[in-house]
Nanobody
């Protein structure tokens, strides 16, 4: 089992910044990547950014140039630095960890609200 705990969400004005953190614990040796997803009201959950154990990074097009994903393997933590936030970034953000066994784990989510 892997436990994921997110933090760093909140309310920010458009153009502002937030940094989300996700700390992993438990069977972290089984994790092969970490990612951030988000789900806005009435919409499907979508991948925002991901980073593999080898350091390969990908972003959804709408956040490229504004968001940066990074990880600190010593702290078992993945971060999402979000700059130039827009109202359409408002969503619950979830940390995700797929494993080598084919399953995946989710955090409880953290709310990000961007006011116009």
């Amino acid at each position: 089992q892997v436990q994921l705990v997110e933090s760093g969400g909140g309310l920010v004005q458009a153009g502002g910044s937030l940094r989300l953190s996700c700390v992993a614990s438990g069977s972290i040796f089984s994790i092969n990547a970490m990612a951030w997803y988000r789900q806005a009201p009435g919409k499907q959950r979508e991948l925002v950014a991901g980073i593999t154990n080898g350091g390969i990074i990908n972003y959804t097009d709408s956040v490229k140039g504004r968001f940066t994903i990074s990880r600190d393997n010593f702290k078992n933590t993945v971060y999402l630095q979000m700059n130039s936030l827009k109202p359409e970034d408002t969503a619950v953000y979830y940390c995700n960890a797929p494993t080598y066994y084919g399953n995946q784990f989710w955090g409880q989510g953290t709310q990000v609200t961007v006011s116009s």
